[in-house]
């Protein structure tokens, strides 16, 4: 029943900017990290931000002082806003989530969103 759906992606320039959101829904007891992940054709998937339920942060060295991930708890909510973008940021960005449905036991299971696309090109 829990899902995440990404919004936010689209045709940009280079050095543009994009705000991705993602959003959880459905029975959820609980929210623990959460993260971006991005995936251009024929290349693996790699992790580009990752944020914890403490919102500690991590990032892809490649995003690093372009990049901010964030997050609001009351909204299940996180973001990703892309700065100084370069056409090597194209992909899908998938949101990803470690959520524990609401039931007798909690137990976290990995969550994946379906991905919304990102170009950057002139």
Do not use: H
Not at 14 to 31: K, N
Not at 48 to 57: E, G, K, N, P, W
Not at 81 to 97: H, R
């Amino acid at each position: 029943q829990v899902q995440l759906v990404e919004s936010g992606g689209g045709l940009v320039q280079p050095g543009g900017s994009l705000r991705l959101s993602c959003v959880a829904s459905g029975s959820i007891f609980s929210i623990n990290a959460m993260a971006w992940y991005r995936q251009a054709p024929g290349k693996e998937r790699e992790l580009v931000a990752r944020i914890s339920s403490d919102s500690l942060t991590l990032y892809a060295g490649s995003v690093k002082d372009r990049f901010t991930i964030s997050r609001d708890n009351a909204k299940n909510t996180v973001y990703l806003q892309m700065n100084s973008l370069k056409p090597e940021d194209t992909a899908a960005y998938l949101c990803s989530a470690l959520i524990a449905p609401k039931g007798k036991t909690v137990v976290f299971n990995a969550y994946w969103g379906q991905g919304t696309q990102v170009t950057v090109s002139s």
